[in-house]
């Protein structure tokens, strides 16, 4: 990746230098979910040569972004995952699928992966002004996948799933896109929120839709 710059005394450019290949930013997507296996990869990025995501991986560790490491018995595999510089990509990430919601057509249920719906479509909404304060956890059964969000004292936090959930979505991930861009938490087929009216109301703070911003 290093022979690869553009060659500018520029924030941008070199952020750019580093993560600006095709498919690195969408490996690091898949990353900032928690750690995972090459083979794990591969099934969320079915577009990708195996000998291209190898190259990726090779150049995103060589960067610092990305490691490898062996997990003890009885799991016994070998994993990616972000580094303490790598997981600084989150909050870009988040910002980069805030600015694309608006230009995404409306889903279809082949279209959209649960962990993407909730990670990449719910999670990239938060809103840390609105959160100020807040606590709510929520669950989400989607197409069969389990996912959680957790706001703890106002921040996204990694969910307790030993607690009760605040709310619970169960549907199906295009329908929490359909959420996310704006749809009543409680106009749609697909979608069953469980949870109190106030919880309904602290999920739209902390998560405001994206219907607001201008699409094309």
């Known amino acids: 990746m290093a022979s690869k710059t553009y060659d500018q005394y520029c924030t941008i450019a070199t952020a750019l230098d580093r993560v600006g290949d095709r498919w690195t930013l969408l490996i690091l997507r898949e990353l900032s ?5 090459f083979t794990d990869l591969r099934t969320a990025l079915p577009g990708i040569a ?3 995501l190898t190259d990726r991986l090779r150049d995103l560790e060589g960067v610092g972004l990305v490691e490898q490491v062996e997990l003890p018995a009885p799991a016994a595999r070998s994993v990616y995952r972000l580094t303490k510089d790598g997981v600084r990509i989150r909050p870009v990430l988040r910002a980069l699928a805030k600015f694309g919601m608006p230009y995404l057509d409306a889903p279809s249920a082949a279209d959209v992966r649960p962990r993407v719906a909730v990670f ?4 990239a909404l938060f809103d840390p002004v609105g959160a100020v304060g807040a606590n709510l956890r929520v669950r989400f059964v989607l197409d069969r996948e ?9 921040k ?3 969910a307790d799933q030993t607690q009760e959930p605040d709310l619970t979505f169960t549907g199906t991930a295009a329908a929490l896109f359909e959420i996310n861009r704006g749809a009543d938490l409680d106009g749609l087929s697909a979608m069953i929120v469980t949870g109190s009216p106030e919880a309904k109301a602290l999920f739209r703070r902390c998560f405001p839709p994206s219907d607001h911003l201008t699409g094309v």
């Open 33 to 37: 979910f928690g750690e995972q296996r």
């Open 50 to 52: 195996s000998n291209l």
């Open 120 to 123: 990449g479509g719910s999670g």
């Open 146 to 154: 389990e996912h959680w969000l957790e706001v703890r004292d106002g």
């Open 156 to 158: 996204l936090a990694r």
